[in-house]
């Protein structure tokens, strides 16, 4: 069965901190794809990457890292000095090659940044 | 621009009636897709097409209806028989043939029931 999780419900931070928010996934496919997905208050799903499960190379992109870990079955995020703007929820997801595009949601993270 | 329009923004309705929302993208998508989130459980799928006139039921189905007739165009019917329709609804979209597309969506609609 797939499964994603994201066990941090709401985190808060001070502008400048670093942050990491963690996902761990179950699936049984050794082909599959994670995502992470930002919601920011208006409500709008933003897509941040893509990874898929051949590929354990970590990325960066300007502040934002992401671990990918196949022998934990994680894919975390990190964000580097936060900053106001990053205040929003951030869902990690998973598809599997048999389903299609098919996405599996987790509860999502609350990310609290304060000035 | 290419992308998702949902409408309304805000819809409000009275038990027992049926209501539809409208979801459209001009981004040439041959899949779409309707979410419902309510808080502190993410996203969870209630339809999806992989192609014209044809869709099948996600995880939570039961109380809604959809159809697509054109590519373009994707509407969720929440029908009566709904018994906790009041939530968040995310429609999206994405290429098919091949795996591991991103899904973009749209604003979203904010249903609840009086």
């Known amino acids: 069965a797939q499964k994603v999780t994201q066990a941090q419900t709401e985190i808060s931070v001070v502008e400048k901190e670093d942050v990491t928010l963690d996902c761990v996934y179950e699936t049984r496919d050794t082909t599959y794809y994670l995502f992470w997905y930002k919601q920011p208050p208006s409500g709008e799903l933003v897509f941040l990457i893509r990874r898929n499960s051949f590929d354990e190379q970590n990325e960066i992109s300007g502040r934002y890292s992401w671990n990918f870990q196949k022998s934990t079955s994680s894919f975390n995020f990190t964000i580097t000095a936060s900053q106001v703007v990053d205040s929003a929820v951030y869902f990690c997801a998973l598809s599997e090659a048999q389903y299609g595009n098919k996405l599996v949601f987790g509860a999502g993270t609350i990310l609290r940044v304060k000035s | 621009d290419g992308g998702i329009t949902q409408s309304p923004k805000y819809l409000f309705r009275k038990e027992g009636q049926n209501v539809t929302l409208s979801c459209e993208q001009n981004?040439?998508?041959?899949?779409m897709y309707w979410y419902r989130q309510d808080p502190g459980q993410g996203l969870r799928l209630i339809y999806y097409s992989q192609i014209v006139n044809d869709f099948q039921k996600g995880d939570i189905a039961e109380g809604y209806s959809v159809s697509r007739e054109k590519k373009e165009s994707f509407p969720l019917t929440v029908t009566s028989a709904q018994k906790n329709p009041t939530a968040f609804y995310l429609c999206?979209?994405?290429?098919?043939?091949?795996?591991?597309?991103?899904?973009?969506f749209g604003p979203g609609t904010r249903l609840t029931v009086l």
């Open positions: 981004l040439n998508h041959d899949a």
């Open positions: 999206a979209s994405s290429m098919v043939g091949g795996r591991g597309n991103e899904q973009f």
